[in-house]
């Protein structure tokens, strides 16, 4: 049961240091066991799938738009009306497991701008969190998932809007219109009046306060917990509240004062309080970036909590200090090739017309060998069969049943999220597959969603007007050897070499079977990619699914070049460039102690498991003996002595286990 801790002071010279509180709770969810409002006495209503389980109110994503699964309320809680006077407070503790793309976490209002305040995990434009609140209101960043996250948007009767996400400050002072016009056309927790996806994820906390809560309040909020009701008490009267000054200083430790700077960082202690609370007041440079919080807070306007505030892989110090890059901006020059990626490959990162020539570098490789058919030999990303998709002869078999996001495919078990992780360096996607008699629209592989400029995937066979095989790239790109409108399309039942590469700044190429079909042609940036769908055989669009095989598909980080692609096509699916195949080259049997001696082509840096039986046994079976699981390669051809090895006759396998 979440509890109201009440606690007194009667110390009378509080006031001129502590603002009395000006706001007052309105309506408190707890979600315990029902939707009771335990405040105002407007219980919720659950509706479209949403569910109450474990203290939270729980929501799956189901429906969009108005049907979404959601909380609505017995009495309309009117926004507009009953706070436009006093200012309101939206208070919640959530969390977001993956909402899709323009989900929010609660609206009030209708589709207007100016009528509606709401909150949205993650807007189209830029994967952004923001506030709508007479049009939308940015934080420059999406707040991660599968977090909990305090959340509090306060509102004044003339529109001031202030926004925090874990007692920091994202959003300070905005202008916004009267808070009366919000309207009470739409009223719910998890669904929209847009054409917005259910949230998906679950509420721990929700309450609604008449009146603002203050930067002091919302930290102490924060200190409490969704649990307890925040009091914010200060005995000395300093303004630092007495919870704050014991975490820093000392269980009944209350001699540092509102002004003193104990870290020497050039912040008081009261502005490190204010600022979050987690700023050590201890410590000049809490988060050891190289930089004191003082130069973060008031003159690089850095993250004095994060080392790499723009998260490029480069800390806030080592921008300033030594590349002289502006550690606010992953691209500092905007020449689309993030800063970290310039640097590792000896262009200028401040300057546009020095772009990087990043050394592509492979981040995910599927070749779905027996044994480890879904494995991601490189990144890690294991692939998830979906509907009747399988895995024989070292092949993703499709067979092209069901349509759009539900026909057989192959999708993986985290985000690939092309537009996130290789937005500031490119990608090349490379894949030896065979189409067997694809479907009209039918797709090869789909990452993002069936709108134009969000969206790379490959079509077998493009119908209306187009009638040929194309890419789908910010909207349809034709190849050159069988343009739009000629009826032909790739060969069937042949397996081929295909590999788009894309720029940052959207560039992209396109070769099949070693001919360059698409040459340096603009589309929009990468990081307008996104996640709906990413999958190998299915699509975002109402289309077939991929009839056909897979025998190798790889994502690169950065883009192939020709020479890259020929070198490629040459080695063929089962090697990448340099690799000799995988494969014992000699036994051989010391006489002098009878030890076996095992030479092997191998990769450096890989790790390798060898097996011992003295029959030769299926490759499945749980009869091989394991002699050795931690064997590192340090050269292509490795020697491994056998030291136990009894018997005249005996049988050796050796395996690859670098990702298991």
Known sequence: MKNIIQLFSFILFLAPFLPTQGATLSHRYSFDTDTTDSVGGNTGILEGGATISSGQLTLTGLGSSIDANRMTFTNSVDIGGNFGATGVTIETWYTDTGTGTWGKLFQFGNNAAGQELAFTHTRGNGQQTGVDRDGAKLFGEQVNQNEEHHLVITVSPDGNLNTWIDGVQKLINLDTNDLANVSTDFEAIGATSWGDPGMTGSINEFRIYEGELTSIEVAASVEAGPEELFVVSDSDGDGLPDTWEEKWFGENNLSQGANDDPDSDNLTNLEEFTFNLNLNPNKADTDEDNLNDGREINKEKTDPLLKDSDNDSLTD???????????????????????????????????????????????????????????????????????????????????????????????????????????????????????????????????????????IAWTNERGGNDQAPGLDRNGAKEISSIPFGTGDRLSLDEEHHLVVSVEPDGTTNLWIDGTKEISELPTNPVSNIVTNTESIGSTAWGDPGHFGSVNEFRIWEGTLTEDDITVNLAAGPDFLPGEKEFAITSITRNPSNNSVIITFNSIVGRRYRIDRSPELLSADSPLWLDIDDEFVATSELSTFTDPTALGKRLFYRIKDITNQ
């Open 317 to 455: 110090g080592d921008e300033i200090l030594v590349h002289l890059t502006n550690p606010l901006s992953k691209d500092s020059d905007g020449d689309f090739y993030f800063d970290n990626v310039e640097i590792k490959n000896n262009s200028d990162p401040n300057d546009a017309n020095d772009p990087s020539s990043a050394t592509p570098t492979l981040a995910h490789r599927w070749s779905f060998n027996t044994g480890e058919e879904l494995t991601d030999s490189v990144g890690g990303n294991t692939g998830v069969l979906r509907e009747t998709a399988s895995v024989s002869d070292n092949q993703l078999q499709l067979d092209g049943i069901g349509t759009g996001p539900t026909a057989s495919s192959m999708g993986f078990t985290s985000p690939v999220d092309l537009g996130s992780n290789f937005s500031g360096s490119g990608f090349t996607i490379e894949t030896w597959y065979t189409d067997s008699g694809t479907g009209i629209w039918g797709k090869l592989f789909t990452f993002g969603t069936s709108n134009a400029g969000q969206e």
